[in-house]
């Protein structure tokens, strides 16, 4: 099988050969025979490159942004937090919606310039969808009902978003900002508190929430 298209070959340089030589073909003759088959090629070539133009109907515009790494980064003692909330009865958690025992805590940022100051906004995971709280994964012992449950400290106790959905911007009073030619490092202030999602049983409580540094 693997001689078949030397064979080709040769016979096809042999006939090609042939035809411009002997008395029937001057050199006029063969030079004609070349060019009308480069013309030929030529044709081709175009009939395949010109492919026809279709007017279109209409356009699509697609808009994006790539945002930086950031400069800011997480101080020392608000990379891994653990947030102790105080025993308290199930009395106090009987219903649902009911809260108890707010208990504060603070992410603070550094070395954050003065334009990442101000546009830092923290991202909480780690909660189920469309959920205002964080379900207890306690191992053993396990209280059930109750889950935890993080709010602004501004007085609003708005809870935090903690399904990764949307970021929290709200920063500490005076801090993420310029003043006097001087970056004050951003501050999230919080409170976590307990949340009842039914009447709770007595056991143990355990959430965990991760969170990252945005910028918009």
Known sequence: MQKTPKKLTALFH?????????SNYS???????HRLALLACVALLDCIVALPAYAAD???????????DGTCKIETDSQNLTVILPTVGKANLR???????????????KDCNTGDAIKANLLFSGGETRKPYLSNKADRGKATNVGIQIVKADGSE????????????KKAPDTGKEQNGKVIQPRFDYFA???AIG???AGNVEATATFQVQYN
């Open 193 to 195: 508190r307990y949340y």
């Open 27 to 33: 050199g006029s003759k063969c030079f004609r025979l």
């Open 95 to 109: 219903l649902v919606g009911q809260t108890a025992a707010p208990v504060p805590f603070s992410i603070k940022l």
């Open 14 to 22: 042999q006939k090609s050969t042939a035809s411009c030589s002997g």
């Open 199 to 201: 009447p709770a049983t």
């Open 58 to 68: 209409g356009k699509v515009t697609f808009q994006g942004e790539i945002l930086s």
């Open 158 to 169: 708005t809870p935090i978003i903690v399904d990764g959905s949307q970021a929290n911007s």
